[in-house]
């Protein structure tokens, strides 16, 4: 067991993934008691390392391997190799010693007691944890404050609405201060407001208190507004590792313009690389970089064409990981 | 930080200590959980004590054709009974929602479950208890009180404090036999009906004297899945009646090393069982 604590990494790494592999048995039944056994690479010699503080987005397709390695990092599944720490401690071996440094929110399965008035799960937390008192208050009365829940404390979970839900959880997630907090598609199904609400506290949290967080997502707007870093995942392997900005380039994703115009006319003379893809009677579709702005492309277009409205529409992760891997393959 | 890592030691001291702290503060939750719906509350456990109940009438009419079942009167058929009701009523209401582990395996919400500072074991032990559950106890002790009111037995030291033991060891027995259940549906998510037929069908099988069963039955419920020890051997030893299988009379007083020997190895299971989830995950 290695229980050389914190010290040892200091803070360069927090969260430390040495080439961690988790290998699945997959058994597959094919014909009557015949049974064919299949290994599955989930992930597959991951290594990445978090400093104390910094603001992680995990993104990638579905089944790509995002919430095996939440599942490793949190203790929940032992890895089948490499090597794993978080704040010095081996999360499968030390499950429970982690449990109290690090916050959990599963999006879309809440840890709220349904039948119970709200404050009723965070007495539990705070007795389950051990929270000194004083701490605790503490603690509860930031996250009612920013998370406005003054007026729900005594509501009960299952009067609350989605967004209410999610912010609770996330309070409950806190109250043992911990170091680390692991989102799990924490803005899924919410309205824009309700978001708007999570990112902020998010943000906060990390400024103020300097917590480490680590969030899986398909929003790419929770990872523009709130993380540094981007990491995508797919088929167990790390794709990209590093700013948002590079994930466009490397994935040479596009931006859409829409534009409505006052009447018919023909395709739009844009600048390269902006270009026409779509027309509909006075609508157009222009693509351009996501990497580049709009401005420019928009002034021109005002300047020389009789504009009534427009929009701009963000290319959405898959498109950019769907994009990224075509060039790869092709590379 | 320096307190939670603290706090993260002290915890790791004694797991016995923290998981029943944690089993109570589940528990205590459930029910105030319940408490929200007292009219269903209220419901469900005469709902709990009347379908029990059923299981003693059956007997009470097959009495009503008969003097004697395999050569035990009714009071002593409703000692057997009573004995068997109040042991797994106990088992059942203190950890009979183990079963609904399956599901919580196939929604994943196990999960929540292990990052929390706490054994799964009792998290997963007090998750969804039912008070309500108290309904089967209770119906199991007013047959047992009315079995010692109406039975004639020669009471002695030994068998007065082998009444308690008998009841506790024979809760031990259920219990392990629920735990080591759940531990199976680690492998299989689908196998709490199988579970039922040892908890459910088990403490069926004791209501009924051991003499109207084949030997097989008979040493496969004492050798191999021990259930045997609940009360068929503590009540030959209190009812002076002959030992199922010419058994020695002292294995009348073994139920607690039966108990804790079975408690040992469902944790095993449960060990095993919980590896697994964590390298397969599913």
């Known amino acids: 067991m290695d229980s050389a604590g914190d010290s040892a990494f200091g803070d360069g790494a927090f969260i430390e993934v040495d080439r961690v592999e988790k290998v699945f048995d997959v058994r597959r039944k094919t014909g009557f008691l015949k049974r064919e056994r299949r290994q599955v690479r989930a992930v597959d010699s991951i290594s990445f390392t978090v400093p104390r503080g910094e603001m992680v987005g995990y993104i990638g397709p579905n089944g790509a391997g995002k919430s095996t390695t939440i599942k490793m990092l949190t203790g929940i599944l032992t890895p089948s190799g490499g090597r794993l720490r978080v704040a010095g401690i081996d999360p499968s071996r030390e499950r429970s010693r982690l449990a109290h440094r690090i916050g959990v929110v599963f999006g879309q399965r809440t840890t709220l007691w349904w039948d119970l008035p709200l404050i009723d799960s965070y007495r539990l937390t705070h007795r389950m944890y051990r929270i000194?008192?004083?701490?605790?208050?503490?603690?509860?009365?930031?996250?009612?404050?920013?998370?406005?829940?003054?007026?729900?404390?005594?509501?009960?979970?299952?009067?609350?609405?989605?967004?209410?839900?999610?912010?609770?959880?996330?309070?409950a997630a806190l109250l043992h201060d911990p170091e680390v907090l692991y989102l799990d598609e924490p803005t899924i199904g919410l309205d824009v407001v309700s978001k708007a609400r999570v990112r902020a506290f998010l943000r906060d949290?990390?400024?103020?208190?300097?917590?480490?967080?680590?969030?899986?997502?398909h929003d790419l707007q929770d990872i523009e507004q709130l993380c540094s870093r981007v990491m995508v995942i797919d088929q167990g392997r790390l794709m990209y590792d590093g700013p948002l900005a590079g994930l466009h380039e490397a994935g040479e994703s596009e931006r859409t313009l829409v534009v409505d115009l006052e009447r018919?006319?023909?395709?739009?003379?844009?600048?390269?690389p902006a270009r026409v893809v779509r027309v509909e009677g006075p609508r157009q579709w222009l693509a351009f970089p996501a990497a580049q702005s709009a401005a420019p492309l928009v002034a021109r277009i005002a300047a020389e064409y009789p504009?009534?409205?427009l929009s701009v529409r963000e290319p959405d992760i898959e498109a950019v990981i769907a994009k990224m891997y075509e060039e790869r393959a092709t590379a | 930080m320096a307190e939670s890592s603290a706090a993260g030691r002290r915890v790791g001291e004694n797991r016995l200590v923290d998981g029943v702290r944690a089993y109570r503060m589940i528990a205590a939750m459930w029910i105030r959980s319940t408490m929200a719906y007292r009219a269903s509350f209220a419901m469900t456990t005469l709902g709990n004590f009347a379908a029990t109940a059923l299981d003693f009438v059956a007997i009470l009419l097959m009495f009503s054709r008969v003097d004697a079942l395999g050569g035990y009167a009714l009071p002593e058929v409703a000692f057997l009974y009573g004995l068997s009701s109040v042991s797994f009523g106990l088992a059942d209401l203190a950890i009979g929602s183990m079963d609904r582990l399956g599901r919580r395996l196939r929604d994943g919400?196990?999960?929540?479950?292990?990052?929390?500072?706490?054994?799964v074991l009792a998290q997963v032990a007090a998750d969804r208890f039912a008070l309500r559950r108290l309904g089967r106890v209770t119906q199991g002790a007013l047959v047992l009180a009315y079995a010692l009111w109406t039975v004639d037995i020669d009471w002695t030291v030994p068998k007065l404090?082998?009444?308690?033991?008998?009841?506790?060891?024979?809760?031990?027995?259920?219990?392990?036999?629920?735990v080591a259940g759940a531990a199976?549906?680690?492998?299989?998510?689908d196998a709490s009906e199988a579970q039922n037929a040892f908890t459910y069908g088990g403490t069926t099988l004791l209501q009924y004297p051991p003499t109207i069963f084949g030997k097989e039955l008979v040493r496969g419920v004492t050798f191999v899945l021990p259930l045997a020890f609940v009360n068929w051997l503590p009540a030959a030893y209190v009812l002076d009646r002959p030992y199922p299988l010419g058994l020695p009379g002292w294995v009348a007083f073994t139920p607690p090393v039966v108990a804790v020997a079975c408690g040992a190895l469902a944790g095993l299971a449960w060990r095993a069982g919980l590896r697994t989830y964590r390298s397969t995950g599913s």
Do not use: H
């Open chain 1, 264 to 272: 018919e006319l023909p395709p739009i003379d844009a600048p390269a």
């Open chain 1, 307 to 309: 504009l009534v409205d």
């Open chain 2, 161 to 178: 404090l082998l009444m308690p033991v008998a009841l506790v060891s024979g809760a031990g027995i259920f219990g392990a036999v629920f």
């Open chain 1, 205 to 217: 949290l990390n400024a103020e208190r300097g917590t480490t967080v680590l969030l899986t997502t």
């Open chain 1, 132 to 171: 000194p008192d004083a701490r605790y208050r503490a603690n509860l009365d930031r996250c009612v404050e920013l998370l406005e829940l003054g007026a729900l404390l005594d509501v009960p979970v299952r009067q609350l609405s989605l967004g209410q839900r999610m912010r609770g959880d996330i309070a």
């Open chain 2, 109 to 119: 919400t196990l999960d929540t479950l292990l990052v929390r500072p706490a054994p």
């Open chain 2, 184 to 189: 199976f549906q680690f492998v299989a998510q």
